[in-house]
């Protein structure tokens, strides 16, 4: 009983640190595409805003683990 409560203990562990991982490339790539389309808007330049709707799709269909196939 107890070695199993120590390997599901770290079993969580990781999974918290993997979950965390992710939320910290979530926000680093929010704040940079946040960044692109506060520059594009400001210079009303549509082509960088098209590469920042392009970048934010690819971004949710990996997060939400989406099959790119399933959108057509």
């Keep these: 009983m107890e070695g199993e409560l120590l390997e599901m203990s770290k079993d969580f562990e990781s999974?918290?640190?993997e979950?965390?991982?992710e939320i910290a490339d979530l926000k680093?790539?929010?704040?940079?595409i946040y960044g692109l389309v506060k520059f594009?808007?400001?210079n009303?330049?549509?082509?960088l805003l098209e590469h920042?709707?392009?970048?934010?799709s690819e971004i949710?269909?990996?997060?939400?683990d989406?099959?790119?196939?399933?959108?057509?």
Excluded: W
């Design 28 to 32: 680093k790539f929010i704040c940079s």
């Design 60 to 64: 949710i269909i990996n997060f939400m």
């Design 40 to 42: 594009a808007d400001k």
């Design 19 to 21: 979950k965390n991982k």
């Design 52 to 56: 920042a709707r392009s970048s934010l």
């Design 15 to 17: 999974r918290i640190r």
């Design 66 to 72: 989406i099959d790119p196939d399933d959108l057509d």
């Design 44 to 47: 009303e330049d549509i082509y």
